[in-house]
């Protein structure tokens, strides 16, 4: 994992990652060719076509962890995030479900790899 400009990380297999405030967690795509996704090659400013839909739960929390490991049964929440990364901006589309939905913010620069 390589850090690529300031918003972006470079994996295996020809993904590239970038921090989604919304979520609070790194998205991946492929850009390799493989999959349909663009770079603009702009590690500072980043575009992706087409959008990028990211569908699955939302990460269970230390207590919600500590409640199924005591045995309690814990509901996963349902997540949809979907956004245009556009010249290091990313706008939230409509359907996301988190606080982010309908905004464009600033796509945030990456921290020193932990």
Sequence with gaps: ??????????????L?????????EMHHVTVDGSRGWTLNGDADAPTFNPSVLVQGVRRFTDAEHARVMAGEE????????????????IQFLNDCTHQLA?????????????
Aim: aromatic share 4%; net charge positive.
């Design 16 to 24: 590239v990652a970038f921090m989604c405030p919304g979520c609070d």
């Design 102 to 114: 309908g905004q464009t913010v600033p796509l945030p620069d990456l921290g020193e790899p932990r």
């Design 1 to 14: 994992m390589a850090q690529i400009g300031k918003k972006l990380r470079r994996l295996q297999g020809g």
């Design 74 to 89: 814990v509901e996963p929440e349902p997540r949809t995030c979907h956004s245009f990364v556009r010249d290091g901006q």
